[in-house]
């Protein structure tokens, strides 16, 4: 028996070292001949004729996308409710965001604590007969999620679970945010949550160089007030429940869905949890929010740390969308920094100085106030005269010279091919589609956008430089040790203590 067993090993051996053994029919080693390797070569032949010389002779397709058009996804639940569904059954997934057309702001400086706390707290505080524990137990035995937030001029609230969970998920959520319970134990932990994040807000330079950027650009308003950890600790339950009245009311409430959904039962299916959609009624006295203004005041403003890097930005109001300015200027931002290593501003700053890791300009894009421009840097506290000195030399060419044919047909052509970025999720395109909406844009704004961009000229490039990123216009906010600066002087110091707008 012990003998047949060691034979049958054997044998097996002999089979598989046989079956590893190179492609071998005989005949093609006695006369040299492989008819594979024959096949494999005249394949790898062709296939290399087909490869271009040099990278630059490689020829693409001509680049042809049409966004998505708003109106074949929308849809409408009732008066004052609309929303945007784009099915996809790739991921038994659904994402969920509604957006409620409701102003908030606070008209007394001792309630911005309270008011800071009121998005988060609705879910965090549970309700509708929820306890947190339970609610955070339910969510996380089915692997979802619901979250709140409350700004300036909307309110929203988002589900994101498996499919099959769905409906459970929206009336979960419905018990939980029409019937918040602000739990004491919640506000507590999340009360020490601020105080901390208050404690720290200056501990790196670019969140000081964020509050120096609003301090010298705008003008006091309620929108920018700041609560200190005093006014935190003091905050009570009765306090954010006031501030919420109304933060999820029915006025005006645009959704977006998205994923494994069919569009005609999601229709049934939010009619349903809408036409339960009850909250209680905002405060009277609430005031509709002023729009941000600007101090004007260019010029050189520091706050004074003691770092090795100084963190700088220049800003210049812009406009506010829609704006015919706006296109050409996102053609000449790109030209100037906004185009990563083909920017003028990356190319002499870093490549040819080796003076910042990054550099770059933007324009802001607001529906709601006027935007800044902005060209930002890093760079060694020694360097910082002569970067600031390069940049401007950058701005001012820009501005007499213009773009060269090449650098505004890579501009045009980058910014319209990343249109698409926009859009690379179902629930991209839904929100994207939602939050068009409550801004006013028209269902042609994507398909204009190409339009628009490619109508930017030369001549436009150069004026909305000359316009918009003026050094005599700018403010320019550095952080990093003021006797360092003697070479920028005269300039302001503001000092950390009074970033905050109270």
Known sequence: MKKNYVISVALLAALTACSMMPRNNGWSNRRGYDPYAVKESVEESRSLES????????EFPEYKYVAPYPKDFRVQIAEGITGYIVSDSTLPLVDFSVYFEESHVPQVLKDEAAFEMVGSMIRRGAGGGITPHVLEDSLEFVSASISTSVGTYLS???INCLSSYFPSMLELARKVLTDPAFDQKQLDIMKANFVTAYERRFETPAKVLSALKSKVNYVENPRLWSANAAEYKEVTAADVKRLAKGVFSSKRIVFALAGDVKKDSAVAMLKEFFAGWKVEAAMAEKVAPQPLSFARKPGVYVVDKDITQANI???????????PDYYPTAVASFILGGGSFSSRLMNRVRSDEGLAYSVYSTVGNDYRDTAMTTIA???KVETVDFALKLVFEEVEKLAKDGPTPEELEQAKKSLVESLPSLFDSPASTASIFA??????????HYLDYVTE?????AEQVKAMIDKYFDKKNM???????????DSLKPFTV?????????
């Open 51 to 58: 490869v271009p010389e040099h990278y630059s002779k490689i």
């Open 313 to 323: 930005t220049m800003n210049q109001p812009f406009v506010k969308r829609p704006h």
């Open 453 to 457: 961009i490619n109508a930017a000229t």
């Open 494 to 502: 503001i000092p950390l203590d009074s970033l905050e707008f109270r």
């Open 377 to 379: 840097l890093q760079t």
């Open 156 to 158: 929203a609230f988002d």
């Open 435 to 444: 939050k068009g909406e409550l801004l006013g844009k028209s269902d042609n």
């Open 475 to 485: 403010t320019i906010s550095i952080v990093g040790p003021v006797a360092m600066f």
